[in-house]
C-alpha cells in the first residue's frame, strides 16, 4: 500500500467534507435548473471511470463514490435516502 492509500481519521474527514460540500452545490443548482443533477452524476461517473482506469487512486475513487452516494443516496452496497433529503 502506497502512502497515497493509507487511511487516516483526517483523511477520511476530508473526504466526508469534499463530498458534503458537492452535494450541497448540487442540490442547490438541481432547484434551481431541474436536470443539472442527472447530467452531474453522469460527469461523475464518467470521472470515476477514467481514474480507475488510468491510476487506480483509491482516495480519488473513494472520494467521488461517497460524493455520488450522497448526492443520489444509491450505492453498491445499500440504498438510502441523498443526504440532503
Known amino acids: 500500500m502506497s502512502d ?3 487511511r487516516t481519521p483526517e483523511l477520511d474527514n476530508v ?3 469534499t463530498a458534503i ?5 448540487v442540490k442547490t443548482l438541481d432547484e434551481m435548473h431541474p436536470g443539472l443533477k442527472q447530467t452531474f452524476v453522469a460527469k461523475l461517473d464518467e470521472g ?4 480507475r482506469n488510468d491510476s487506480d487512486d483509491l ?7 461517497w ?3 450522497m448526492i443520489t443516496g444509491f450505492n453498491l452496497s445499500e440504498e438510502s435516502k441523498p443526504f440532503f433529503d
Do not use: G, Q
Open 21 to 25: 460540500l458537492f452535494a450541497a452545490l
Open 59 to 65: 482516495n480519488a475513487l473513494e472520494t467521488l463514490s
Open 67 to 69: 460524493t455520488r452516494t
Open 15 to 17: 473526504k466526508t467534507a
Open 48 to 51: 470515476y471511470a477514467k481514474i
Open 4 to 6: 497515497k492509500t493509507k
